[in-house]
Nanobody, 118 residues
């Protein structure tokens, strides 16, 4: 599956952004989807995950209560709604697809930059 992420930008602290990740090439509902981020000089870290059926979501503690992951399988798209943004949320955000039954993210999008100013 090919993934295309978009929606990043520059926002002030306390603001909101919604990232989108569109999938193509395969049946989107065959994949659990995740968002990850990588800040300058840091390793990539997990942000959020949603199961193929949308019934299960999971968040990193650092974003719990502020970010919401969702998906629309009819539109082959996964979203990350980010509220109450903080400067430490600044990073390149990546979406990734985990095939059902496979415990690893096999496909990655190109990343979208999120910058939160203080």
């Amino acid at each position: 599956v090919q993934l295309q992420a978009c929606g990043g930008g520059l926002v002030q602290a306390g603001g909101s952004l919604r990232l989108s990740c569109a999938g193509s090439g395969q049946t989107f509902s065959n994949y659990n989807m995740g968002w990850f981020r990588q800040a300058p000089g840091k390793e990539r870290e997990f942000v959020a995950r949603i199961s193929w059926s949308t019934s299960n979501t999971f968040y990193a503690d650092s974003v719990k209560g502020r970010f919401t992951i969702s998906r629309d399988n009819a539109k082959n798209t996964v979203y990350l709604q980010m509220n109450s943004l903080k400067p430490e949320d600044t990073a390149v955000y990546y979406c990734a697809a985990e095939p059902r039954g496979v415990v690893r993210y096999a496909y990655w999008g190109q990343g979208t930059q999120v910058t939160v100013s203080s």
